[in-house]
């Protein structure tokens, strides 16, 4: 049976995420260890993913100049890729802000890529799971958890854009 402290894996919405941007830059990543069964998240990666891709169409050149701007080195880039994310939720959390964690850990492993330093994408992997389970976790869960007003967030991304949203991200 599935639970759903199971069925919404942190590490495996971070994983699939990131899978989805590498792929649609030509590359490939092994990060589905769970093979081949059915996935219970399968509607909230796939709103996670538009949503993302909007936000990508609408930023994506901020995104990548961000991602430069680290210097990521093997010795920084925790520091330096923290130092990014801290500095987004330091007004507070909202789903608007999750979705730029995830298009920017996106952009950030692309770019890891791109420098033929995929050792960091497992890594960059690792510290957003990490941040998801750690600062982000009680908030997730107050505001509904995944399957709440996230999926409705993303849904108004999709079909309305991202003005259509402001009023329900400040929430």
Partial sequence: FLTPANVYDNRSIVEKYIHHKLWKKG???????????HDPCSALHKVLR???DELERLYQSD???????????????QQR???VIDELFRDGVNWGRIIAFFEFGGTVCVE????EMTAHVDNIAGWMTEYLNGPLHAWIQENGGWHGNFAILCILVVRKGWLACFSFCAE
């Fill in 81 to 83: 890729f923290t130092a």
């Fill in 27 to 37: 590359y490939v990543w092994e990060e589905d260890r769970g093979g081949t069964r």
């Fill in 63 to 77: 995104f990548a100049e961000m991602s430069k701007q680290l210097h990521l080195t093997s010795i920084t880039a």
């Fill in 112 to 115: 890891c890529v791109n420098k």
């Fill in 50 to 52: 538009e949503a993302g």
